[in-house]
């Protein structure tokens, strides 16, 4: 390789470091926020789950239509991924998880409702029939996003055109460990509230000490059961959404900042590599052209 291409390799390479830094840079103080917003969030939407909870048990519950478990194999699926790449695998685990949920399922029995462009994507290239496509670009986004989401959802699961509602997003867990998690919505079981309370509560830290929340053995709701919980489920439902989305943000950002910051060390490392390569050549090139100038001389004087 010649002297000129490794010294444009070598210029691209420290341009791309760069961008790499400037990108890790970005990442990492929206890593902060983000992280902030969703750990913040876990007291918060582990309460509202904890009425859930305690109302799932309950005949309330149980003899409501959201509550109640169908035989159809009908799903509608929700997928959370970003609209932007160079989160190392992030999008792909989220996308092998929701593709091992929908494994051996008719495409038409999938409604797939993708929040974040690559799982758009991802289905539409397959057939899927995308019933709402939102985009993931803004950090802050209000809850009545979510609420909407659930009130189509909720009436869909009540006039029958499916028979389950999960959801497939990554959950964060730290910097450098975030988890594709699927977790179940509609119908309503306590089993299913469990997995995802456990999810929220961390391993250890602050609120890793936190009590199992129980289901009482009675509950009385005035003035109607059936209202009280028909409005009730869905909000709630939609924290739990929402509190899914944060930690998916927190996930995507912190993936990106691990990636980038793994780009420019191998973009260092890379440029550290052909400078070593640079300069052997350069010294081979003036060893030759000593050599040959020794030679000519030598040549002269006999």
């Given at each position: 390789?010649?002297?000129?291409?490794?010294?444009?390799?070598?210029?691209?390479?420290?341009?791309?470091?760069?961008?790499?830094?400037?990108?890790?840079a970005v990442?990492?103080?929206?890593m902060?926020?983000?992280q902030?917003?969703?750990?913040?969030?876990?007291?918060?939407?582990?309460?509202?789950?904890?009425i859930?909870?305690?109302?799932?048990?309950?005949?309330?519950?149980?003899?409501?239509?959201?509550?109640?478990?169908?035989?159809?194999?009908?799903?509608?699926?929700?997928?959370?991924?970003?609209?932007?790449?160079?989160?190392?695998?992030?999008?792909?685990?989220?996308?092998?998880?929701?593709?091992?949920?929908?494994?051996?399922?008719?495409?038409?029995?999938?409604?797939?409702?993708?929040?974040?462009?690559?799982?758009?994507?991802?289905?539409?290239?397959?057939?899927?029939?995308v019933?709402?496509?939102?985009?993931?670009?803004?950090d802050?986004?209000?809850?009545?996003?979510?609420?909407?989401?659930?009130?189509?959802?909720?009436?869909?699961?009540?006039?029958?055109?499916?028979?389950?509602?999960?959801?497939?997003?990554?959950?964060?867990?730290?910097?450098?460990?975030?988890?594709?998690?699927?977790?179940?919505?509609?119908?309503?079981?306590?089993?299913?509230?469990?997995?995802?309370?456990?999810?929220?509560?961390?391993?250890?830290?602050?609120?890793?000490?936190e009590?199992v929340?129980?289901?009482?053995?009675?509950?009385?709701?005035?003035s109607?059961?059936?209202?009280?919980?028909?409005?009730?489920?869905?909000?709630?439902?939609?924290?739990?959404?929402?509190?899914?989305?944060?930690?998916?943000?927190?996930?995507?950002?912190?993936?990106?900042?691990?990636?980038?910051?793994?780009?420019?060390?191998?973009?260092?490392?890379?440029v550290?590599?052909?400078?070593?390569?640079?300069?052997?050549?350069?010294?081979?090139?003036?060893?030759?052209?000593?050599?040959?100038?020794?030679?000519?001389?030598?040549?002269?004087?006999?």
């Amino acid at each position: 390789m010649a002297l000129k291409d490794i010294k444009t390799k070598i210029q691209a390479t420290q341009r791309m470091n760069k961008v790499t830094r400037a990108m890790e840079a970005v990442s990492a103080v929206k890593m902060r926020k983000t992280q902030a917003a969703a750990l913040q969030g876990r007291a918060y939407a582990r309460g509202a789950l904890a009425i859930l909870t305690r109302l799932a048990g309950t005949n309330h519950v149980k003899e409501h239509p959201l509550g109640a478990e169908r035989s159809g194999d009908r799903l509608a699926l929700i997928v959370i991924t970003s609209d932007k790449g160079l989160a190392g695998a992030l999008n792909s685990g989220v996308l092998k998880k929701a593709a091992e949920v929908i494994e051996g399922r008719a495409v038409e029995d999938v409604t797939v409702y993708a929040y974040g462009r690559k799982a758009q994507e991802y289905f539409s290239r397959r057939g899927y029939r995308v019933a709402s496509a939102i985009e993931n670009k803004q950090d802050e986004i209000p809850l009545s996003v979510m609420e909407g989401l659930v009130s189509e959802l909720t009436h869909g699961f009540l006039a029958g055109e499916f028979d389950k509602v999960q959801a497939v997003y990554s959950n964060f867990k730290s910097t450098f460990e975030q988890v594709p998690t699927m977790r179940r919505l509609l119908p309503l079981s306590l089993p299913a509230l469990a997995e995802i309370v456990a999810g929220i509560i961390p391993a250890k830290g602050k609120w890793s000490d936190e009590e199992v929340i129980e289901a009482p053995a009675n509950y009385e709701v005035e003035s109607s059961g059936t209202d009280v919980i028909g409005i009730l489920i869905p909000k709630l439902v939609a924290v739990a959404l929402y509190h899914m989305l944060l930690e998916s943000k927190a996930s995507e950002h912190s993936a990106r900042m691990v990636a980038m910051k793994n780009a420019s060390d191998k973009s260092k490392e890379v440029v550290r590599d052909l400078t070593r390569k640079f300069n052997k050549v350069r010294q081979a090139a003036i060893t030759r052209e000593v050599s040959e100038i020794v030679s000519g001389r030598e040549a002269l004087s006999s």
